[in-house]
């Protein structure tokens, strides 16, 4: 049996990638578990969000067309709907999204604390409330930090992009605030950043790849409904599909979060040694010390 992966180390390329992978397979239990426990409902919710839209848009197409429905006696009824179930839509969306980054960060820095042991839903939890708020704001104005810099021209928001996706581990695996994680993912890109850029590329389209994986049974759906005499019948069944394998597929987050905080480790390393200066610090010291700022905090 392999050893149990160790973050604080340089890696090379197509390290990072594979020991992301392996730190997956050697924690898939506990780290689903998690998961499910701490994701679970912001992911059943906007499952449930996203069939309605669907049935709402299926309805419209059953009845000829959107506009022959409004004229039907309830326009009101429809507007309310419709908007009531896209504001709820982008709600779970940030919510599911903040749930996934914070469940995987959290369980990453505790394993860490913990000398590379999985830890508890438990304590997976006391991270996760601890951190929500934060993560949460914090989470949204990045959001809409990096769609301004890919809405100038694209290009800034490619520069951006890595610095974007290793403020999350920052904010976490540092117990830092928002404007020091900002400065910090700049500060351990410089020089690295081609090579960072690269890794998360490939890291991405291995995330796409699966998520594509999932997508096939709806995907195959639509171009059998292509072939039917009443193929807007058939909308309806085939948006449900399509929307209860997206909700399944976030769980493939999970490899993008976990390489985002291998890359920083490695770029922490690479220009800071902390990882090593802590290992020799450690030789002959029998006794471990959790520092982390609030392990002693009531929860």
């Not at 490899?255 to 040694?273: D, G, Q, T, W």
């Amino acid at each position: 049996m392999k050893e149990p992966v160790e973050f604080r180390k340089v890696r090379e390329f197509g390290d990072v990638i594979s020991d992301s992978v392996l730190f997956i397979k050697q924690n898939i239990k506990p780290l689903l578990k998690a998961y499910l426990f701490l994701c679970g409902f912001f992911i059943l919710a906007s499952m449930i969000n996203s069939v309605l839209i669907q049935l709402q848009l299926g309805n419209l197409l059953e009845s000829g067309n959107a506009v022959e429905y409004s004229r039907g006696g309830r326009p009101l009824y429809m507007f309310y709907n419709f908007t009531l179930n896209y504001v709820l839509m982008f709600v779970f969306i940030i919510l599911n999204y903040t749930a996934i980054y914070l469940t995987v960060l959290s369980y990453i820095s505790l394993y860490i604390r913990k000398g590379n042991v999985a830890p508890t839903v438990a304590e997976v939890w006391s991270y996760f409330k601890y951190y929500f708020w934060r993560m949460l704001g914090s989470g949204i104005v990045m959001s809409v930090f990096l769609g301004l810099c890919f809405a100038l021209c694209l290009v800034p928001g490619i520069y951006v992009f890595p610095a974007v996706t290793l403020f999350y581990p920052i904010l976490i695996l540092e117990n830092a605030g928002f404007s020091f994680s900002f400065n910090r993912a700049f500060k351990l890109l410089k020089d690295e950043w081609w090579i960072t850029f690269a890794t998360l590329l490939v890291v991405f389209f291995i995330y796409y790849a699966c998520v594509m994986v999932i997508q096939v049974p709806a995907v195959a759906i639509s171009m059998a409904g292509a072939f039917m005499h009443n193929n807007n019948a058939f909308f309806g069944t085939y948006g449900v599909i399509t929307a209860i394998a997206q909700q399944f597929s976030q769980v493939f987050m999970i490899i993008p979060i976990v390489a985002a905080a291998m890359i920083y480790f490695n770029l922490v390393e690479r220009k800071e040694s902390t990882g090593l200066m802590e290992r020799i610090d450690s030789l002959g010291q029998n006794d471990t010390k959790d520092d982390h700022p609030f392990v002693q905090e009531e929860y």
